[in-house]
């Protein structure tokens, strides 16, 4: 369904939830009061669209850093091919939430997120090791520019440029504003769950955390405050979206220069993440940005207006060969 075929309502009400979802105890009543329909007619759209495999999820989008979680942008070298055995034993960790073969000669890339009592680079190394020494890339983040997906529907968002809740951010990976307690863990795992369509969702996922409804809207409140949570909202699929050309383009970029070239890139709307990374001798690339564009031809012009605007000559452009997995990070699960 490309966005062309959504109607003026299905766009309003994408855009809407992707940037601000309701966390109060009948959401769906107060989005139809911002797009004056029933609300029977909202949880109708909502289904409709995660049907169609246009919402990929509606839940809480967490900082992984500030709930004691570590983790890092992984790049193994891997033969053409061993590469559909290794994506898959790769794919095959639970801790690995995005996996891609990428057109450069470090061609496996990878997300990897692990628990407080977990050693990061420990469970790299031995996920490389099972590849018998495979050559690889480790790239944690040491700062975020931007972070956050919105996908302007059927152009009836006019605030693209807006930032969202909860970016940009100065740095990721801080450590928790306090001990998150059991009930704050369990507050975590009901709210990372996919939201029931339903006229009362946060009663039905309170109830299965085993606390009121109060509680739990409560508690995100405070995740929303403490920038545990980055925002609560909806996560799309970008192809259903209309959104089909992507690329992860690396800048080399001069290390007096990488907060200015970070904060020029960050600016242009379809730049969804834009991070600072560590660099290595056959790998001289410190910052990262992530392109959605609706077709090829968007995105090249993106790519040369983020090159013009930064003053960034020195780039290498990373498409997609193909995607292996594509996970939210489960916590405290």
Sequence with gaps: MPSSEFDETDARLLNLIQREFPLEPRPFDAIATRLDIAPAQVKQRILRLKSDRVIRQISAIFDSGAL?????????????????RVAELVCSDAEISHCYSRDADYNLWFTITVGPEQDLRREIDALALTQGGVSYLVLPTLRVFKIGVFLDVGGAGRDRDRPLRGMPI?????????????????????????????????????????????????????????GVMRRFAAVLWHQRAGYRANAMVCWRVKSDEIEAAGVALAKHPAVSHCYERPTSADWPYPVYTMIHCRDDRELQRTIAELASRSGLSDFRVLRTVKEYKKSRVAYFE
């Design 170 to 226: 100065e740095r990721s990976g801080r450590p928790p504003s306090r001990p998150l307690d059991h009930e704050d863990r369990a507050a975590v795992r009901a709210l990372q769950t996919d939201l029931p369509i339903v006229d009362a969702p946060f009663a039905e996922l309170a109830a299965g955390a085993g606390m009121t409804e109060n509680e739990l809207l409560s508690r995100a409140a405070d995740f929303l405050k403490t």
């Design 68 to 84: 004691g979680y570590s983790g890092a942008l992984v790049a193994f070298k891997v033969a053409p091919e061993k590469m559909g």
